[in-house]
């Protein structure tokens, strides 16, 4: 697979000789897969992650800590293995070959180190079965895989085994994390004292475990799976049948009581429904059948699905979704209604069009709420099974966008990098394992004629990884399931649905569906207006909004007397909110109680993360053309870029001195450039001044401080000298060390690179080099990204001669690093001369006291 050009820059989209959409863009698929791989083989193998910006692989304990996404990383080949039955798919049997090969030969999996569970799980043993089922079906052509003795089969079983030990809990749910050498507990092992996991974590294990065990004979990792579901089932809400975030391994108690159909739950409802169809187990889809109908009863607000709590199904706990919830459409496909998966789809879509790609969470009203967007499949999963199950060719154009957008602000020289911000369009150095195992996979299926395909992909069912497991393990021996595992009493046979309804039959108008969708395209559009309340008669006043509160009012303190809230001071200084529902003077005013304590905890956690505007530098020169963006931090002086429309355009060049902290002996050169200065030995405006002395039309300082990254440290805003800095007209960015590397190595090896210095990165239009003919269908124009609010600004870098740990600003919080399995984050150190200081001085001892209203960024 080697001998491909590193800079490859052909179209994603451009034809092979055939017009139509769907073959025009398969085939192209199977082009770019290869390249891809190539590139992967190239500069990442046998690292388990590509790292797109500087073209070398993500080796664990190499690069700097990412926290818990760094847990999916076992120093075990991860993209090699997570992609093998994808190669299959897209006919590259060849390279299948191969690439079992260099699993067999080269992957270890006694490791010491600690690794994910649920991770390790989907990936890599869903890989490994996936690979093993390719091979299978290849070789029983007779064509390929003729010397293939389960090789595969017997390197999942290995895997299996290293997890069990995470099994070992009086209560049969896992450990999150697990040693793949020593297991758990013993002084090597460096795990196994976690106390909980996520619902997701423990339940999406079935379908690989009864895989395995199938497979191989061997019931036991068939039995552990299903004693976790078991678990899982027996300490649902009964009331409300729903199941919280987290849950604690050894007592089952509920850590984090919030329900949704997102991060920390999603999966876990994947796997009821697919382990019925993988298993032909009628329990599985009983269960199933009685989640579903509590969540369209309290969780689905069509088109929104919006958390609520257990027990208090009725009362929201967030006013965001995250982008993890893109999956149940697709899921609603397999259940076979319909008509939600259309209307929450559009809604996705129409938000994924207004930001040009889905948020990693947004707002009701379809802000954004946490900027970053890692490149995540579930959407076009979603795309892929509406259009299977409608054969509405809307769902091909859908497709068309994502795969438009993918290729106009995501794809990179060294193949596809993860949007950081969403709305400045930088990237982070990251691609992970899924993109290749899921994206590809999904995006390849929803445009592939059938001829494309070599083999019937209905014989299989798809994991949550996307990897494909027969449909024929249902036959095969398994562990019983356990007796009276669900009471009659609980059942209703009215909510079982054994069969998928027609769609035709769903829908005899074609029209029908546009109209669904014509109305929720409209509320995006315009903003989602707020629910009314229906309020009681007599209150005659609209409730208390958390962002209006001021503890000196009176007449405040009266509605919160009459929500049953209470203000309390504090020896400090500082105040705590407590409620008690039953002091509200009504059932209306508890619940305009309960939700002003949620906005104010909504409001806390904002101040905290206090949104910075970041600016992109992106380069725009050969063989970048745009491609690459890198998130900086604006100046408090000089040209403000959120007011430019164009930005500066220039080429770069180095100051000497490098620090820009006297006149430039190269002034010559920096004239009508952008000036590269390094951090250190002297203010920034001095340094602003000295450029703009020689000529220079913009700067970019470097940070000095060698492995800082703007994936780990919260950007701040460069502030003046103390005096008059009116007199600055040019603009001042600043790159961390990682993101300034990345510059300096281009010019390095091009001599010559242009930047654009921007509130946000442009639409990167292709290069007259890179062109090929397109096909003749529209394309989808994405909706430029929102401008920022600068208002959020609080604190500011001052002295550069200072130490490099002073305070700074957190830029707003990215949301969910690793995949369905959030963990908590340090929260970021308070502006203490903040005019919020009072508000969030109020939620410093009540959080507590309201777990049921813990949002979800405690654990993303």
């Not at 798809?462 to 356990?482: K, N, R, V, Y």
Request: hydrophobic letters at 35%; aromatic letters at 8%.
């Amino acid at each position: 697979m080697s001998g491909r050009p590193l800079h490859y820059r052909g179209s994603l989209l451009a034809p092979e000789g055939r017009s139509g959409l769907r073959h025009c863009i398969s085939v192209k698929y199977l082009k770019k897969m290869y390249i891809i791989g190539c590139v992967f083989q190239d500069h990442a193998y046998p690292a388990d992650e590509l790292m797109p910006l500087t073209c070398r692989g993500r080796v664990r304990g190499q690069e700097p800590s990412r926290g818990d996404v760094d847990d999916a990383l076992g120093k075990f080949s991860l993209t090699l293995i997570d992609t093998l039955d994808t190669l299959v798919l897209l006919n590259k049997t060849t390279e299948f070959e191969e690439a079992v090969r260099r699993v067999l030969r080269d992957v270890r999996l006694d490791n010491d180190i600690v690794v994910s569970v649920f991770e390790t799980n989907i990936r890599v043993l869903g890989g490994l079965l996936g690979g093993h089922s390719m091979a299978v079906m290849l070789k029983d052509t007779g064509y390929h895989m003729q010397w293939y003795q389960d090789e595969l089969l017997h390197m999942a079983k290995d895997v299996g085994l290293r997890l069990l030990p995470a099994f070992n809990t009086s209560s049969g749910l896992p450990y999150p994390r697990v040693n793949l050498k020593h297991g758990l507990r013993s002084p090597e092992s460096r795990t196994g004292t976690e106390t909980d996991t996520c619902t997701a974590c423990a339940g999406t294990i079935i379908l690989e475990f009864a895989a395995l065990s199938r497979f191989t004979g061997d019931p036991v990792f068939e039995v552990h799976a299903r004693r976790a579901l078991d678990f899982l089932w027996e300490k649902r809400q009964r009331n409300s049948n729903l199941v919280g975030t987290t849950i604690n391994i050894h007592s089952g108690e509920w850590v984090r009581r919030d329900s949704g159909v997102g991060a920390g739950i999603d999966s876990y409802y994947e796997y009821l429904l697919k382990a019925y169809i993988l298993l032909g187990d009628d329990l599985f889809l009983q269960r199933f059948n009685i989640h579903y109908a509590s969540i369209m009863k309290y969780i689905s607000q069509p088109p929104l699905l919006l958390d609520v709590h257990i027990h208090k199904p009725l009362l929201p706990a967030r006013t965001w979704m995250d982008s993890l919830l893109a999956f149940f459409p697709g899921l609603q496909v397999l259940k076979g209604d319909i008509r939600p998966a259309i209307e929450t789809h559009e809604m996705l879509y129409q938000v994924t069009k207004k930001h040009n790609f889905l948020p990693e969470a947004f707002t009701t009203d379809f802000r954004v709420h946490w900027a970053q967007h890692p490149l995540r499949p579930e959407f076009a999963e979603s795309t892929y099974f509406l259009y299977k199950a409608t054969k509405d060719p809307y769902y091909l154009e859908v497709g068309r966008t994502v795969l438009d957008n993918l290729n106009r602000f995501a794809r990179v020289p060294c193949g596809f990098a993860a949007m950081k911000d969403v709305r400045t369009g930088s990237h982070e150095d990251r691609m992970d394992s899924f993109f290749l195992a899921e994206m590809f996979k999904y995006l390849f299926l929803l445009f592939a004629e059938e001829e494309d395909l070599t083999f019937n992909v209905e014989d299989y069912i798809f994991t949550t990884e996307a990897h494909l497991l027969p449909l024929s393990l249902s036959t095969a021996p398994h562990a019983p399931s356990p007796a009276n595992a669900t009471s009659e009493e609980e059942l209703d046979d009215s909510n079982f649905d054994w069969t998928c309804p027609n769609t035709r039959l769903l829908f005899p108008d074609p029209a029908f569906p546009r109209n669904l969708r014509d109305p929720i395209r409209s509320a995006v559009d315009k903003s989602c207006p707020r629910p009314a309340i229906h309020r009681e008669p007599g209150i005659g006043r609209p409730p208390l909004r958390a962002q209006d509160f001021m503890a000196n009012n009176p007449d405040h303190l009266e509605l919160l007397r009459r929500m049953g809230v209470s203000l309390i001071h504090l020896k400090d200084g500082r105040v705590q909110l407590v409620q008690h529902a039953t002091q509200a003077v009504s059932a209306v005013a508890a619940e305009d109680g309960m939700r002003f304590m949620q906005e104010m905890m909504e409001l806390s956690s904002q101040q905290q993360k206090e949104q910075l505007p970041p600016r992109a530098v992106q380069i725009v020169s050969h063989p970048f053309f745009g491609r690459v963006v890198l998130t900086s931090g604006p100046a408090q002086f000089g040209t403000d870029l959120s007011k430019s429309i164009t930005g500066v355009r220039g080429f770069v060049t180095v100051a000497e001195p490098y620090s820009g902290c006297a006149e430039l002996s190269n002034a010559a050169f920096v004239q009508g450039r952008i000036a590269l200065l390094q951090r250190g030995q002297c203010m920034f405006a001095e340094k602003a001044r000295h450029i703009m002395k020689a000529g220079a039309i913009g700067g970019i300082v470097i940070d000095d401080n060698e492995g800082s990254s703007s994936d780990t440290a919260p950007l701040f805003q460069m502030a003046g000298d103390g005096r008059n800095t009116d007199d600055v007209t040019l603009p001042l960015l600043f790159l961390f060390y990682k993101e300034g590397n990345i510059l300096l190595e281009a010019l390095k090896e091009y001599r010559e690179v242009e930047v654009l210095l921007s509130d946000k990165a442009r639409d990167r239009g292709r290069d007259v080099q890179e062109e090929e003919e397109d096909c003749s269908t529209d394309q989808t124009s994405p909706v430029p990204a929102a401008t920022l609010d600068q208002s959020h600004v609080r604190t500011v870098e001052q002295d550069e001669s200072a130490s490099h740990n002073e305070e700074v600003t957190p830029e707003e919080d990215v949301g969910p690093a690793i995949k369905r399995n959030p963990e908590p984050e340090e929260e970021p150190e308070v502006d203490k001369d903040s005019s919020r200081k009072s508000v969030e001085a109020m939620m410093a001892d009540w959080r507590e006291d309201l777990e049921a209203f813990q949002q979800m960024e405690d654990e993303l």
